[in-house]
């Protein structure tokens, strides 16, 4: 069996990046599943890590790995790899992981794979490209394998499994301790997750301003357990922030019900949302690519519909 890590985040209360969680489950299925977290909230989080199928976490609550951007975390990977000889190593495509994997294939001479969908068997794995209308099989090359996961790529599911926990201490040389984290930043929802949401609500070029949006807000207020996103052409506007952006460059999204309001349906941003299990598009243009992927589509001027659709959804909630 071969011997597959997961390289998981975790923040300082020992929270896990949910990624992490979806490709342990994948890596187990493959071989034998092992994880490293390293950091404030590592033991913690080796847990969790054991509830999804780890078998071994090596872990390390040493404040290095929080306070220094991954020169320290990348050494220490490379040193028990050295030690373990993984025949894979994975990543979520979260910022430190994907700063660790390139250092780590540096210093290793082996490829990396970034934005992957999918693992078919320890030398391979799938890629989507063209927007998503495509899918390429990779060869994997090298000792161990890097590959870089889009989040979403997998469903999380428990193993009710348990980890033997290894502590890891290596030294981290002072030349290594360069740059500095200076602050941590935590964005304040008042709702569920964008990339966790059971239901999420998109607005796009169509809503006309940014004023508009509120009736996206309030529409996720009344269905409850709603998040909000949108797309590309309306974060370089600037209505609303990066972290909304759904698509190639932004995050990807599989919620049961994804509303499309005043959204063309562009392939970069299909590719974040096809996953979703119903989608409902408003479009006053009847030819909207959107339509071609709707379960359901309506075709009039969202601005007219969403007020009533709001006042619809609140009378029959009660
Ligand atoms: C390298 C690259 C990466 C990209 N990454 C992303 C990405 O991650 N995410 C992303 O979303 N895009 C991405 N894009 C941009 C993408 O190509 C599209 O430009 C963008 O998705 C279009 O956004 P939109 O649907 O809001 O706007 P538009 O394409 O302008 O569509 C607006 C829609 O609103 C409809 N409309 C207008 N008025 C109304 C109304 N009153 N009521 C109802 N409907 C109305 C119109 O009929 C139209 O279909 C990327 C592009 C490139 C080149």
Redesign the pocket.
């Known amino acids: 069996m071969a011997k597959v890590w997961v390289f998981a985040e975790t923040t300082p209360e020992g929270e896990v990046d949910p990624a992490a969680l979806e490709i342990l489950t994948k890596a187990r299925e493959i071989g034998d599943a092992e994880a490293v977290v390293l950091g404030p909230g590592a033991t913690k989080a080796a847990e969790k890590l054991g509830e999804f199928g780890a078998a071994t976490v090596y872990a390390s609550d040493d404040e290095v790995y929080g306070d220094y951007v991954a020169q320290p975390a990348t050494h220490a990977l490379h040193s028990l790899i050295e030690e373990h000889s993984p025949d894979l190593v994975l990543f979520a495509m979260a910022y430190d992981s994907r700063d660790v994997a390139g250092r780590l294939s540096a210093k290793l001479g082996s490829t990396l794979m970034s934005n992957a969908t999918d693992l078919i068997d320890e030398n391979t794995a799938r890629t989507a490209v063209f927007g998503g209308a495509t899918l390429v099989d990779v060869k994997l090359e090298g000792s161990p394998k890097l590959v870089i996961f889009r989040p979403k790529s997998f469903e999380a599911a428990p193993s009710g499994g348990s980890a033997d926990v290894v502590e890891v201490s290596v030294d981290i040389p002072d030349d290594l301790k360069k740059a500095k984290r200076v602050e941590r930043h935590i964005e304040e929802a008042t709702g569920p997750r964008l990339d966790q949401a059971p239901v999420v609500i998109s607005?796009?070029?169509?809503?006309?301003e940014p004023g508009n949006f509120e009736l996206l807000d309030q529409l996720a207020a009344a269905i409850g357990n709603a998040a909000v996103g949108?797309?590309?052409?309306?974060?370089d506007a600037g209505w609303v922030p990066y972290s909304y952006?759904?698509?190639?460059?932004?995050i990807t999204v599989k919620p049961s019900v994804y509303l499309a309001?005043?959204?063309?349906?562009?392939?970069?941003?299909i590719?974040?949302m096809k996953g979703a299990k119903k989608i409902i598009a408003?479009?006053?243009?009847e030819e909207?690519p959107?339509f071609q992927l709707a379960d359901l589509g309506i075709v009039?001027?969202?601005?007219k519909?969403l007020p009533q659709l709001i006042e619809e959804v609140k009378t029959r909630k009660g």
Not at 230 to 235: D, L
Not at 261 to 269: K, L, R, V, Y
Not at 282 to 285: A, G, R, S, T
């Open positions: 607005g796009g070029r169509g809503l006309q949108g797309t590309r052409a309306v974060v952006q759904i698509g190639q460059t932004g309001i005043g959204i063309s349906g562009a392939t970069q941003h590719v974040g408003i479009n006053k243009d909207a959107i009039g001027d969202a601005l519909i």
